[in-house]
């Protein structure tokens, strides 16, 4: 059997962490010797992100994947491989397709066997769940700072000015006097065409300074409702 080790680090700093290129050289070794393969070569990506495969030792490996030159891949530990689920899936699949075993050391994986490929379709199916469950809890989170006004990411609404601490939002009095004029104009049933052309003639602007126009008007009032439901 010929198997071909891959490691990688993508900052010096990592060697501090037990990932340094020798003791995942050492790893793949042990492992190779462990399996009765013949390890080839150890392929080294260093300074190399897993943000992608576009790099020049894991785009090696791929083409002996692919050749058929290999049929074990030895890795110390799967982040090393790649830290992307979807990347992570579209390896397998290869290797699956050219009936390379895919052995990582820290996991104590083999693809090479059925309990080896069901327990890694586990973990990537954990690590997917994991990685939107984060999302949805960040995108959560972050709603309900925006409509609460507790802590504001980008442009403070209409009304509203970042404080000092460019965190929390504060009330602007001079912007929360026109917005006043627009929801009391809304009240009494007139457009938002006709609440831009008034605050236009009394020479009121927009922050930037520019005329109001009746799609701005719109905007602010929406602005309002999302921050304030109750008024």
């Avoid at 060697?15 to 340094?20: N, Y």
């Avoid at 090479?112 to 890694?120: E, H, P, T, V, W």
């Avoid at 970042?162 to 009494?188: F, G, M, S, W, Y």
Wanted: charged residues 30%; glycine residues 6%.
């Amino acid at each position: 059997m010929r198997a071909i080790g891959y490691v990688r680090v993508s900052t010096d700093k990592q060697a501090d962490r037990g990932v340094s290129l020798e003791a995942q050289n050492e790893k793949v070794r042990a492992m190779a010797t462990v399996h009765g393969a013949e390890l080839i070569d150890v392929v080294v990506d260093a300074g190399e992100s897993a943000k992608s495969l576009a790099r020049p030792g894991m785009e090696r490996v791929l083409a002996m994947v692919r050749t058929g030159t290999i049929d074990m891949v030895i890795v110390a530990k799967l982040d090393r491989l790649t830290r992307s689920v979807k990347d992570l899936a579209v390896l397998l699949e290869l290797f699956q397709r050219r009936n390379v075993s895919l052995v990582s050391v820290a996991e104590a994986l083999d693809t090479g066997s059925a309990a080896g490929r069901l327990l890694l379709n586990i973990m990537v199916s954990v690590s997917q769940w994991e990685r939107e469950a984060i999302g949805e809890r960040t995108r959560d989170a972050m709603r309900h700072k925006k409509v609460n006004l507790q802590e504001f990411c980008g442009n403070a609404p209409y009304g509203y000015r970042l404080a000092a601490d460019q965190k929390h939002v504060e009330p602007d009095a001079t912007e929360q006097a026109i917005v006043k004029k627009i929801l009391n104009a809304r009240r009494c049933g007139k457009s938002m065409r006709v609440i831009a052309d008034n605050l236009n003639r009394r020479g009121l602007r927009t922050r930037s300074g520019s005329p109001w126009r009746f799609e701005y008007v719109a905007r602010v009032a929406k602005q309002r409702e999302a921050a304030c439901p109750g008024n």
